[in-house]
C-alpha cells in the first residue's frame, strides 16, 4: 500500500521559527529596522498631503505639513484604531477622517472636536518616526529613535555638491521578498535573461567576501553591450571589462571604474512585496558615433530617456523573474534548491543574521 505524502506537507511556506534550512529562513526574515529606508520621493507628497508607508507589515502614516515639513506617525488612531492615513492634514497636525482627533508630530493627541470628555484631553501618544530627505527621496528610520543619528543615510559625493552628476530614480513594486531581489541584483549568472539588452555578459567572479555587515563582489564582465547602451558608453574614458558591487546591508551599489554607478534601496513590504529604488548615474558617456562627451547640463534629459526605453524596460525583465521566483518558492518551499554562486550564499546568510539580531534585540526587551 503506498501513501501519498504529498497531501500531509504543508500548505505554505514556513514562518523564520519554523525553517529548517538557509534557503527558508531567508525567505521569511523581515529586514533590520535599524536603518534609513527609501520610502517615497520627495516630489510625490505635497502640503497638505497624507500617504501610507509600510515598512514590514508595519503601517505608517507620512504626512506633509502646510509648513512644508514632512512628518511621520504610527498609522493609528487610539480611538477606533482607524488609519490616519485616511484622514487629513491640520495645519501640522494630522486628524482622524472619523471623529477628527489631531495628532501633532510628536504623536500625541492634541485636539478633539466633541465635546464627549467634558472637556478633559485623554492622554495618548502613538509612535513617531524620524523623517529625512536626500538624493530626492524620503527616508524614514522605523527601528530604535536612538539609533537614527547614530546609523546614517548612504553618502553619495556625486549626487550633491556644486557639480553633483545627474540622476533621475525610478522604482519598482514587485511581488517577491526582498532576499529575492538582492540575490537579483548582484548575481551576473543571469545574463541569459537579459540578452536582448546585454547590460553585462561574460561574467567570472573574481572576489567574494563578507566584511562585517558588507559582502563585497566583483565580476570581470563586459559591461554595456547593448546595441543601443553601447552606443552611449565611452570606452576611452572608462574601463568596461570589470565591475565591483557591494550588498553594503540593507542597501546594495554597483561601480564600474569610478564612472557608471548605481545604488539599489530596498522598501520591504511583506513576506512578497518589495519596492525598489534605483538609481543610476554616470560619468561616462558619449554621444554616439563620436568622441564628444555629452555634458552634465544635458544628461538629465538623456536619463530620462534612457530610463524609457532602456533601463526600465531591462529592470522589467528582473521583475518578472523574480516574481516568478517568488511564486515557484510559494509551491515548492520544500525542495531542494541548487546554488552555484557563492556570493549569492554570502548575501543569503547576512540578511539572516542581520534579522535574527533584530529578533534578539526585540525578545531582550519583551523579556
Not at 198 to 210: G, I, N, Q, W
Not at 222 to 239: C, E, H, P
Not at 293 to 313: D, S
Not at 345 to 365: N, V
Request: net charge neutral; hydrophobic share 35%.
Amino acid at each position: 500500500m503506498s501513501i501519498n505524502l504529498d497531501k500531509f506537507s504543508a500548505s505554505s511556506p514556513p514562518t523564520f521559527s519554523e525553517t529548517k534550512n538557509r534557503r527558508q529562513k531567508v525567505r521569511s526574515s523581515g529586514m533590520n529596522p535599524d536603518y534609513w529606508y527609501a520610502v517615497e520621493y520627495d516630489h510625490a507628497i505635497k502640503p497638505g498631503q497624507v500617504v501610507e508607508i509600510q515598512f514590514w507589515k508595519t503601517s505608517i502614516a507620512l504626512y506633509r505639513g502646510q509648513d512644508s515639513k514632512l512628518r511621520a506617525l504610527e498609522n493609528r488612531c487610539v480611538h477606533r484604531q482607524l488609519k490616519l492615513s485616511l484622514g487629513e492634514v491640520d495645519g501640522c497636525n494630522l486628524a482622524c477622517y472619523y471623529h477628527g482627533w489631531q495628532y501633532n508630530e510628536e504623536g500625541r493627541l492634541v485636539e478633539t472636536p466633541h465635546d464627549l470628555f467634558d472637556n478633559r484631553m485623554p492622554s495618548c501618544k502613538i509612535s513617531t518616526y524620524a523623517v529625512k530627505v536626500r538624493y530626492g527621496l524620503i527616508w524614514i528610520f522605523p527601528g530604535d529613535p536612538a539609533l537614527a543619528e547614530i546609523r546614517q543615510i548612504p553618502d553619495i559625493p556625486e549626487l550633491e555638491g556644486k557639480n553633483p552628476w545627474a540622476c533621475v530614480p525610478l522604482d519598482f513594486t514587485w511581488q517577491a521578498h526582498h532576499s529575492m531581489i538582492i540575490d537579483n541584483v548582484s548575481d551576473f549568472t543571469h545574463a541569459y535573461l537579459h540578452r536582448k539588452y546585454r547590460p553585462f555578459v561574460d561574467a567570472k567572479l573574481t572576489k567574494c567576501e563578507t566584511v562585517s555587515d558588507r559582502v563585497f563582489v566583483s565580476y570581470d564582465t563586459q559591461v554595456g553591450t547593448g546595441l543601443i547602451s553601447g552606443l552611449f558608453v565611452d570606452r576611452q574614458r572608462v574601463n568596461t571589462n570589470s565591475m565591483e558591487l557591494c550588498y553594503e546591508y540593507p542597501y546594495q551599489w554597483s561601480n564600474t571604474d569610478g564612472k557608471i554607478k548605481h545604488w539599489c534601496f530596498i522598501l520591504p513590504i511583506n513576506e512578497r512585496t518589495t519596492r525598489t529604488f534605483f538609481l543610476f548615474y554616470f560619468d561616462a558617456l558619449r554621444i554616439p558615433f563620436t568622441k564628444v562627451r555629452i555634458p552634465q547640463w544635458l544628461m538629465t534629459f538623456v536619463l530620462r530617456i534612457a530610463n524609457l526605453l532602456l533601463i526600465k524596460p531591462l529592470l522589467s525583465q528582473d521583475g518578472v523573474a523574480v516574481e516568478a521566483e517568488q511564486e515557484g518558492y510559494e509551491t515548492h518551499f520544500d525542495k531542494p534548491i541548487i546554488e552555484l554562486n557563492p556570493a549569492v550564499t554570502l548575501f543569503q546568510q547576512l540578511t539572516i543574521s542581520k534579522w535574527e539580531e533584530h529578533l534578539l534585540k526585540t525578545q531582550g526587551k519583551n523579556v
